[in-house]
């Protein structure tokens, strides 16, 4: 049995250093040769790649172990990999819905009523500027510019920015103003763009709730919730060509290491694609 699990082992690590020497070749230079940050590029190509955590984990003690032996035989002065991490500091890639998901998600709610105007404005929003739940439900009226089609919120921090609105949300959110609104509103209401059956704030809790109903009647699997339209937002922006540094801009994101995560879901998904419809893959 030990020779078995031994045997088992000698093979992950012989698979495991091929993908290393593939990186490298890809990188147009020697295994000796790669630097830090290209291993460190590895290792998010692994894990984007659908490598499991673990496995990743087992790939870069590979790593770490044939860069000692370099070291070891006199090949290299120090090795590159010294305390290279594998999943740590790359945590599970966020989901998001597709496009034809989103557009079912949006069309459940019932734009005849006043709480479905609501709704759907709300949900359209969300989508159109990937704000937190937090800075959706804490919109005032007064911070929308319908006619310069723009937004802006406080994030964490107290920080204010200026998110663009498409034209879908402008619709939206003018509808629900003209037609809406001042059906739910009470002379106690607070200045709040978004209000309760009752006049009251909509909280972020009530909106969470609302939003899985919408997405168990669209039919849609797993948990959806308001991070995951804001998943899907930043997402759908860079499928389409959108810079990064915008994307950390309109997202709030104090560092722009936080937002290229949703590179990690890119390449992931380009990698799917391309397994699936490459005919030499």
Not at 79 to 91: H, K, T, V
Not at 109 to 136: C, F, H, K, N, Q
Not at 151 to 177: E, M
Request: aromatic residues 6%.
């Amino acid at each position: 049995m030990d020779r078995r699990l031994a045997a088992n082992s000698v093979e992950s690590y012989a698979r495991d250093l091929a993908r290393l020497a593939a990186h490298a070749a890809g990188a147009d230079t020697g295994l000796e040769r790669l630097t830090r940050p290209q291993l460190e590029a590895f290792v998010r190509g692994l894990l984007s790649g659908g490598l499991s955590p673990r496995s990743a984990a087992r790939a870069v003690a590979a790593v770490r172990g044939f860069y000692r032996y370099l070291v070891r035989e006199g090949s290299l002065p120090a090795s590159p990999a010294e305390d290279l991490q594998g999943a740590r500091p790359w945590p599970a890639l966020p989901k998001y819905l597709s496009s034809d998901e989103v557009d079912r998600l949006i069309d459940r709610p019932d734009i005849s009523t006043p709480l479905g105007l609501r709704d759907r404005a709300m949900i359209e929003v969300l989508y159109a500027t990937g704000l937190r739940v937090s800075e959706l439900v804490g919109l005032r009226a007064r911070d929308v510019s319908l006619s310069g089609g723009y937004l802006t919120c406080t994030g964490k921090g107290g920080r204010q920015r200026l998110v663009p609105l498409g034209d879908r949300a402008v619709s939206c959110l003018r509808q629900y103003q003209a037609r809406a609104r001042p059906e739910l509103a009470r002379p106690s209401s607070p200045p709040r763009l978004f209000l309760n059956a009752r006049g009251g704030a909509l909280t972020r809790v009530g909106f969470w709730k609302l939003l899985k109903g919408y997405a168990r009647q669209a039919g849609l699997m797993g948990e959806v919730s308001p991070h995951v339209l804001r998943h899907s937002f930043a997402t759908h922006l860079l499928e389409h060509g959108a810079d990064l540094r915008a994307i950390q801009l309109m997202l709030g994101h104090a560092d722009v290491s936080t937002t290229q995560i949703y590179t990690h879901v890119h390449e992931a998904r380009m990698r799917a694609v391309y397994d699936r419809f490459h005919p030499r893959r």
